[in-house]
C-alpha cells in the first residue's frame, strides 16, 4: 500500500510569494495534520483537518492556511513568505479514533530567499 | 502547556555498544508518548508508542522505552546499537482529546562510530 506522499519534493520561492504544498494521505485516512521542521529542531504542529474540517491549529500567523478535499488529501498554503518560512514542511495522516497514530510523508523542503 | 524536552543534542557511542536517548516531559493532564527516528532527508518513522498499561515498551529495530510518571520520562534504549541506527530522535507528546496534535522535542542526533 502507498504510503503518506507529498509534492513537490523541493522548491523555491521568493519573500513575498505564495505557495501551495499538496498532501495525500494512507488510503482510509480521513485526518491529516501538517507539521513545520525548521533545521535543526523537532515539527511543529500547524493544523490537523479531518472530515474536511479543520480540528486543531497551532501557533503560527495567519498567512497559514490548509483546506481538505472530498478525497481526504490537503493543501497547505502560505501567503507572504518570508526567510523565516524556509523550512521542511511535514504531512501525517491517521484514523479514527486513533488520529495520535501519525503516518508521516517524506515532506516539503521550502527555501526562500 | 505542554512541552517535551530531550536532554542531550548529541549522543556520540561506538558500534555495539548500548544507549540511552532521555525525555522529560511536562503536561497536567495525561499523555501518550512517542518515539520517532528521522534519517537524512525523509520524514519521520514511529519507533514505539506508550498508551497504557505496561511501562516497558518494545518497538522497532530492537528500542525499547520506559514510561516513568513519577518522573515524567520517556527514555529511550538499545542494548546494542548499529551503524544503521545513526539518524535523529525525537519525542513527542499527544494529549488523549488532541490525537492530531503531537508536541515534539527538538531532537537528539545519534552518531555510531565503528
Known amino acids: 500500500d502507498a504510503g503518506v506522499t507529498q509534492s513537490p519534493t523541493h522548491l523555491i520561492k521568493t519573500r513575498g510569494q505564495q505557495v501551495t504544498l499538496r498532501c495525500s494521505p494512507i488510503s482510509g485516512h480521513k485526518s491529516v495534520s501538517w507539521y513545520q521542521q525548521v533545521l535543526g529542531q523537532g515539527p511543529q504542529f500547524i493544523f490537523q483537518y ?26 497547505l498554503n502560505v501567503n507572504a513568505l518570508l526567510l523565516g518560512d524556509s523550512a521542511l514542511y511535514l504531512c501525517a495522516s491517521s484514523g479514527s479514533p486513533r488520529f495520535y ?13 | 502547556a505542554q512541552s517535551v524536552t530531550q536532554l542531550d543534542s548529541q549522543v556520540p557511542v561506538f558500534e555495539e555498544a548500548p544507549v540511552e536517548l532521555r525525555c522529560n516531559y511536562s503536561s497536567s ?17 514511529l519507533l514505539l508508542k506508550y498508551l497504557s498499561g505496561s511501562t516497558l515498551v518494545k518497538g522497532i529495530n530492537g528500542f525499547e522505552a520506559e514510561f516513568n510518571k513519577s518522573q515524567t520520562s520517556f527514555h529511550l534504549r538499545k542494548p546494542s546499537v548499529h551503524i544503521s541506527d545513526t539518524a535523529e530522535y525525537f519525542c513527542a507528546v499527544s494529549l488523549y482529546n488532541q490525537g492530531g496534535k503531537l508536541i515534539f522535542g527538538q531532537g537528539t542526533e545519534l552518531s555510531v562510530k565503528p
Open chain 1, 50 to 75: 479531518y472530515e474536511k474540517e479543520e480540528r486543531g491549529r497551532g501557533n503560527f500567523p495567519d498567512r497559514f492556511s490548509a483546506r481538505q478535499f472530498p478525497n481526504y488529501s490537503s493543501e
Open chain 2, 29 to 45: 493532564v495525561s499523555v501518550y508518548l512517542f518515539w520517532y527516528v528521522q534519517y537524512p532527508n525523509q520524514g519521520l518513522q
Open chain 1, 101 to 113: 497514530e501519525q503516518y508521516f510523508g517524506p515532506g516539503t523542503r521550502l527555501t526562500v530567499t
